[in-house]
């Protein structure tokens, strides 16, 4: 399993972005898929969850309503769109493919993730 993530960068507060994450090596429909991330000296958070067709999805709280993760099961990608950024979204951010086509608890805290991605870098400058 391969996961290409893309999209990062540095961005002013109260901008957007979107990242991709190109998966391969699987076949992506039979899978949930997942956004964490990693800031500096921290330990990696979760950020969002969507299940295999998109119906469900999962955020965590301290996004506030700013990230909506999605997926294109075509292209076999899962994008996060961030808005409203803050320069506490700092972070690295990773893309994570689950065990199963619907979330399940243990992917949130990362139990049950299959595979991770490399990374990409957001960096909100105040």
């Known amino acids: 399993v391969q996961l290409q993530a893309s999209g990062g960068g540095l961005v002013q507060a109260g901008g957007s972005l979107t990242l991709s994450c190109a998966a391969s090596?699987?076949?992506?429909?039979?899978?949930?898929m997942a956004w964490f991330r990693q800031a500096p000296g921290k330990d990696r958070e979760f950020v969002a969850a969507?299940?295999?067709?998109?119906?469900?999805?999962a955020n965590a709280d301290s996004d506030e309503g700013r990230f909506t993760i999605s997926r294109d099961n075509t292209k076999n990608t899962v994008y996060l769109q961030m808005n409203s950024l803050k320069p506490e979204d700092t972070a690295a951010y990773y893309c994570?493919?689950?065990?199963?086509?619907?979330?399940?608890?243990?992917?949130?805290?990362?139990?049950?993730?299959?595979?991770w991605g490399q990374g990409t870098l957001v960096t909100v400058s105040s």
């Open positions: 090596g699987l076949t992506f429909v039979d899978y949930a």
């Open positions: 969507i299940n295999w067709n998109g119906s469900n999805k």
């Open positions: 994570a493919v689950g065990q199963y086509r619907n979330i399940d608890y243990d992917l949130l805290s990362a139990r049950t993730v299959r595979s």
